[in-house]
């Protein structure tokens, strides 16, 4: 399983100009998990942090629409109430921003792997334990790579 943090999801889907790596690296991550089969997961926190990203990068319902038709078809949508607790034990332990607690709790309760596009939620998943790549450094994408590929990459 994959947990995909929102920055990578939104670099995925919205390339900018002048920073179009950032859309194809997150877009090989995601796509190769897809391509292997892996579920994708993302806490319901995420959804609505999705659609305002979303709405206020492009300004565009129909960019939010099209966002949460992609998360409705391909993303499983984990409930708090499967995370919360973990959620509140790694706000009190770590105290990152909120949000990546949620992220966090969501990668620990499925023993997932984590994607994300933040340098600093990735350094400090993995100092709990968490296997997390930051997908903007070709040296960790080639690490996430192999892994969801068995060694086969």
Do not use: C
């Not at 105290?95 to 939620?121: E, G, Q, V």
Request: aromatic share 6%.
């Amino acid at each position: 399983m994959l947990v995909v943090d929102t920055s990578a999801f939104i670099d995925s889907i919205l390339p900018v100009r002048g920073r179009e790596d950032r859309n194809r690296l997150a877009r090989r991550a995601i796509s190769a998990a897809e391509a292997r089969g892996i579920p994708l997961l993302m806490p319901r926190l995420g959804i609505v942090e999705t659609m305002s990203l979303v709405k206020r990068l492009t300004g565009s319902d129909e960019a939010v629409d099209l966002a949460m038709e992609y998360i409705e078809a391909k993303v499983l949508q984990v409930s708090e109430d499967w995370i919360f607790e973990d959620a509140k034990t790694i706000a009190r332990e770590i105290h990152p921003r909120a949000a990546d607690s949620y992220f966090r709790a969501t990668a620990k309760k499925f023993n997932a792997l984590l994607i994300s596009s933040d340098k600093d939620m990735v350094t400090r998943a993995k100092k709990t334990g968490i296997r997390a790549f930051y997908v903007l450094d070709e040296t960790q994408l080639d690490e996430y790579l192999n892994e969801i590929s068995g060694g086969a990459v």
